[in-house]
């Protein structure tokens, strides 16, 4: 497809039973066969890179990237090792993992792009690789998935790839390797009997495909959480996120849903997912002006969906970005932009919540409000609005909570204060406390610290922040 | 009759190998994280000095679903890069694996209704972990050693079903070696907090980094220290499900219970070898000397 960050998508099953073992199942031997025609797809599609994102490819310090040309081992799975050996030679392209890794470090994630013999490939990976690409004839692409990496850093880990490969410019197909539920039997089963372990899980299977053959990535993507705690999907389906974000949050897919059959109790799907309308990328502003109006829908629908069991979002729900309402990133240039989180409290002044010039971002003042309530957290104020009484605990907790929604609204995050000016209202009362609280974030942190008492502050509040953070 | 001699809490980052600098291992350091490396130095030639006749590790990077497997070939060879910190730790290893006392290990677990699993893959790359911890303990590698890996399912369900079962274990392990006659060490591969910082320093070996990750994560650590000195084990398990949840612990993998019901739940006080933190992970060297403890 034209002007398309990815021709094709795929989400499938990585375990080594498929490749190895199809004679001992009939599903895992119709999910062997299924895998061919994956094959013979992307070999229309005839890609130049092959980008895979493997569940099994786990890492803790932010993201790594393979860099080695030809990695290659005798690779043998920790658990399923009796099934035998998976020895690979591969080849893999080593352009698109600098310029992934570079977009993923703007991010503020530590990246690591590795070239070591030897370094593991995961069992998925290899699998899906020995499947898809067994003569090499495409160069890959692998990243690797965060163990504690919630739903918007997989997100903007999808976005940035979109970014990566629209600056790298080579037609290319996405895989990504996870199972649906993976609840795993624990003893030994007979595996011509292999069934999903559950009811439960296999239902819930079962509404995701249907989702995925519409077409409905986003929807999927929305109700990924849920999924995965009815289902214990595969690492939290935090695949699907990535997922999303390379493909631009949309549901404008065709979707084909190859098989879908038991391994040892878990869910294995092969489905494939094409956009019906091209797929580019979006710089980290349009991201971010999508990311609050999407979550100021969500608030929307999940208040006129309440009482509905089913919790994953109905179809329905638009996809488009909502534009007059949302406060966003105001202007196109890079220089001093002005910056308004749609979740910080509302300013009581002419001024931004932040200003972004070059890659330094400037907070305005950071008290304990929050949006859309004249309740302040940790304050009791009587009829006339005098302090009856307050608790400086609760305050600077919110405060370090608003700081943070307007850092990552920004693109930045709390990792990334370098200096704080803390105002306090009543130095001698109030100092230790403070002062234990905010070391529990910003201990770890290490930005340097100036802490004043000054007599008043423009509203009832007790402590407000005035923060300076990279991008 | 064989006995444990002793059990060792033997954290594995694999920071402390890049830091030492032996020859099995390729990038080098100029120093770091002594406080932990000479914890170990003085731990081992005390173990070394009682004559063990294998190391029995258990490894949370040995991950199994089905079962807990342990090593069923004699000699393995190979290169373990760690798949997080690649640039610190890709060593040469050359193992010898006590393969009668393993299968005893398998056979007892299997009769006290466990499911165990010997791994006879030729081709198997032993796992970082194990590999660290038993570096750290007898970096000489003349000891075989006996591997047991880590089997999370149980903990699907809940820390205490999870615990349980590591308590099975754990009696299983202590029944063969008394029926092996040989004098054998235990490693439980394990640091204690675990929550870390996400970035690094340019020089993976600048001490100025090096710090708790939180106070709250210290509190909890030198809890857990205090009931280990104390010799009050079955509070120290009462509390390890909680302690799980609360520093995201790698005792979750279960080495922790496994070695202490090996030892029949010491109540002689564990000496501590020294506490230090790695990327902000709380890591301690700890000792229960069971011979030692006997000779009183
Ligand atoms: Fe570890």
């Known amino acids: 497809m034209k002007n398309s960050v990815i021709e094709k998508a795929y989400i499938v099953s990585g375990l080594p039973h498929i490749y190895l073992a199809p004679e001992r199942s009939p599903g895992w031997n119709s999910l062997n066969q299924s895998y061919q025609k994956i094959r013979q797809e992307i070999e229309t599609i005839n890609p130049d890179l092959i980008l895979y994102f493997s569940t099994q490819w786990l890492s803790v310090l932010g993201y790594m990237f393979q860099g080695n040309p030809q990695p290659q081992w005798h690779h043998v799975d920790a658990n399923w090792h009796e099934l035998g050996d998976l020895p690979y030679a591969f080849k893999v392209d080593t352009v698109f993992p600098e310029i992934y890794s570079q977009e993923v470090s703007e991010l503020g994630h530590n990246t690591r792009v590795v070239n070591y013999e030897g370094f593991p490939i995961d069992t998925g990976t290899i699998v899906a690789q020995m499947f898809l690409n067994p003569d090499n004839k495409f160069k890959a692409a692998m990243v690797s998935c965060n163990m504690y990496s919630e739903k918007e850093e997989n997100l903007r880990l999808g976005q940035a790839a979109a970014r990566a490969l629209e600056r790298y410019g080579k037609k290319a197909v996405a895989v990504v390797v996870s199972n649906l539920s993976n609840r795993f039997e624990i003893k030994e089963i007979d595996p011509g009997k292999d069934q999903i372990s559950s009811n439960k899980d296999d239902e819930w299977n079962r509404k995701i495909l249907e989702m995925l053959e519409e077409g409905d990535l986003e929807d999927v993507s929305q109700c990924a959480r849920e999924f995965s705690r009815q289902a214990n999907a595969d690492m939290g389906f935090r695949g699907i996120w990535w997922l999303n974000g390379l493909c631009g949050e949309s549901n404008h897919f065709s979707g084909d849903v190859y098989d879908y059959q038991p391994v040892w109790g878990t869910g294995a799907a092969l489905i494939g997912l094409q956009p019906t309308v091209p797929i580019r990328a979006r710089s980290r502003v349009e991201c971010a002006n999508q990311e609050e109006a999407s979550q100021a829908e969500m608030v929307q629908s999940l208040a006129t969906r309440e009482g509905s069991t089913w919790a994953a979002p109905e179809k329905a729900i638009p996809n488009h970005t909502m534009d007059s309402e949302s406060p966003s990133v105001s202007g196109p240039s890079v220089q001093g932009q002005k910056i308004d989180s749609a979740q910080a409290p509302e300013p009581v002044g002419a001024y931004p919540h932040a200003r972004r010039e070059g890659e330094w971002l400037f907070l305005s003042g950071v008290g304990p409000r929050k949006r859309n309530s004249k309740v302040i957290p940790g304050v009791e104020l009587d009829d006339q609005g005098e302090i009856l009484s307050y608790d400086v605990v609760t305050q600077t907790k919110s405060v370090i909570e608003n700081v943070k929604t307007i850092l990552e609204s920004a693109g930045s995050s709390l990792e990334k204060v370098v200096d704080v000016q803390v105002f306090l209202t009543n130095m001698k009362a109030d100092f230790p406390a403070f002062n234990a609280v905010y070391a529990e974030t910003f201990a770890a942190i290490g930005a340097t610290r100036t802490t004043v008492e000054v007599n008043r502050l423009p509203t009832p509040i007790a402590v407000e922040f005035k923060v300076i953070a990279k991008l | ?296």
């Open chain 2, 1 to 296: 009759m064989g006995k444990i001699i002793a059990g060792i809490l033997a954290p594995h980052p694999p920071h402390l190998v890049y830091a030492e600098n032996p020859p099995q291992n390729e990038p080098k350091a100029e120093c770091g994280w002594e406080t932990l490396r000479w914890a170990y130095e003085n731990c081992r030639e005390k173990i070394l000095e009682q004559k063990p006749d294998v190391f029995l590790v258990h490894s949370p990077h040995w991950q199994t679903v089905v079962g807990h497997h342990v090593l069923g070939l004699e000699q393995f060879s190979g290169l373990s890069v760690d798949p997080i910190f690649p640039h610190l730790f890709r060593y040469k290893y050359d193992l010898k694996v006590d393969v009668d006392l393993s299968l005893a290990i398998a056979e007892e677990g299997k009769n006290i209704g466990l499911t165990m699993k010997v791994m006879s893959n030729p081709k198997f790359r032993i796992d970082y972990g194990s590999i660290t911890s038993c570096h750290l303990m007898n970096p000489a590698w003349d000891i075989p050693i006996v591997c047991i890996s880590s089997n999370n399912s149980p903990y699907y369900f809940s820390n205490e079903v999870g615990q349980q079962e590591m308590f099975k274990l754990g009696e299983a392990t202590r029944k063969a070696i008394e029926k092996s006659g040989k004098r054998c060490v235990l490693l439980a591969s394990n640091s204690l907090s675990h929550r870390h910082f996400t970035t690094e320093s340019e020089i993976p070996e600048d001490m100025s980094y090096e710090h708790i990750y939180h106070h709250g994560q210290y509190l909890w650590d030198m809890q857990m220290l205090d009931l280990m000195k104390q010799g009050k084990s079955q509070q120290l398990l009462d509390v390890l499900p909680e302690f799980m949840d609360m520093t995201v612990a790698e005792v979750k993998a279960g080495a922790l219970a496994w070695m202490l019901s090996a030892l029949g739940m010491p109540e002689y006080p564990a000496k501590i070898h020294g506490y230090g933190t790695v990327i902000g992970t709380g890591n301690a060297v700890v000792e229960w000397n069971a011979e030692r403890a006997a000779q009183v």
